[in-house]
């Protein structure tokens, strides 16, 4: 197994948030508007509802300190998408596509700076499917994004519910890949301790529903030719899959309405790397299978991967399983201009 130091990474799983939020163009700014306050040195808080959501600093916004880590964690390319709570799907469907317009277009300009080292994941207002659309053609056609970022829920609602549909459709017509991120997460009552637990706990629970909810509504048995991928590992569904094959074979109920074996739908989603831990890790390529893993970070937040390379080599895979996770799988992800 080769460890030499690489800079061929594509990392699928990084975030931005803008420098500056917009101005509300309406009559009645709304509660979650969100907006920038100074905090210290070259951070600043971004204010949700007049309180501080996150401390964050210009690495979100910086395209040139961005760049600047790429030769510590061994990152060509980077897949770049934003803060998941600014997704904003709880805003009215107009108020959140002006939103989420100004966050695409400062995508944009941070790819058109970073001289190809960095490609976009715009967002959409799904709470209203026909604007969804519309800002898909829009990232896709006019921006030229590789594709979508959107929550594990909408709502409430997961990924895999039928009102999506004509969004995947969309999505596979248009060759846009789709990145599913842990959003608001479900079951935070059961949660005891601080509010980081929503992060190392609640996202990865979310996640894990988030994809069952695709297998058990057969979304790559319709729309074959969807790229759709899941973070941090794809949370708990290595653990629920098994049960679900089992369940399907045991349940006529199951066997009726899941039209193909769980276990092989999960095969056609892609998943991160983020999973902190190398057994895992290998589980997984295990599991979902070698063509299916890709690196991902969550940079630049604190609870991310600062050496994703390193972390995919103390797992020990053999040459091609490792070039496969470090970028193949992700440039066939991402296709489009990236792909080789």
Request: charge should be negative; aromatic fraction near 8%; charged fraction near 15%.
């Amino acid at each position: 197994m080769t460890t030499m130091r690489c800079m061929c990474g594509v990392d699928t799983h990084a975030h931005v948030i803008p420098a500056e939020f917009p101005r509300y163009m309406g009559s009645s700014v709304p509660a979650d508007w969100p907006s920038m306050a100074q905090a210290h040195a070259c951070h600043r808080h971004v204010m949700i509802a007049g309180k501080i959501y996150r401390t964050v600093s210009d690495l979100c916004w910086d395209t040139g300190k961005r760049l600047a880590d790429f030769l510590e964690m061994g990152i060509e390319l980077q897949a770049v998408s934003p803060m998941p709570e600014l997704l904003s799907y709880w805003l009215n469907a107009g108020d959140a596509q002006q939103l989420l317009r100004y966050l695409n277009d400062q995508i944009a300009g941070m790819v058109a700076e970073s001289g190809g080292k960095l490609t976009g994941l715009g967002a959409v207002p799904l709470q209203d499917v026909d604007l969804a659309i519309a800002e898909l053609e829009y990232i896709v056609k006019v921006l030229g994004f590789s594709g979508v970022e959107i929550g594990s829920n909408i709502n409430g609602r997961p990924v895999g519910a039928p009102e999506f549909d004509p969004f995947f459709e969309a999505c596979e017509q248009l060759g846009a890949c789709v990145f599913v991120h842990a959003l608001r997460p479900a079951g935070m009552d059961r949660l005891l301790g601080p509010a980081p637990l929503q992060q190392v706990l609640g996202y990865p629970g979310d996640v894990g529903l988030a994809a069952a909810s695709v297998l058990t509504t057969n979304l790559m048995v319709r729309r074959p030719g969807l790229r759709i991928a899941f973070s941090h590992g794809g949370g708990t569904l290595a653990s629920l899959l098994p049960r679900l094959q089992k369940g399907w074979g045991v349940f006529p109920a199951l066997k009726d309405s899941i039209t193909a074996s769980p276990r092989e739908q999960a095969a056609k989603l892609f998943y991160d790397t983020l999973v902190f831990d190398a057994p895992t890790l290998q589980h997984l390529v295990g599991l979902f299978g070698a063509t299916q893993l890709m690196i991902g970070t969550d940079y630049p937040f604190n609870f991310h991967d600062h050496g994703p390379v390193a972390s995919i080599d103390a797992a020990g895979f053999d040459e091609s399983t490792r070039e496969l996770l470090l970028q193949g799988n992700a440039r066939r992800f991402l296709r489009g201009s990236h792909a080789r």
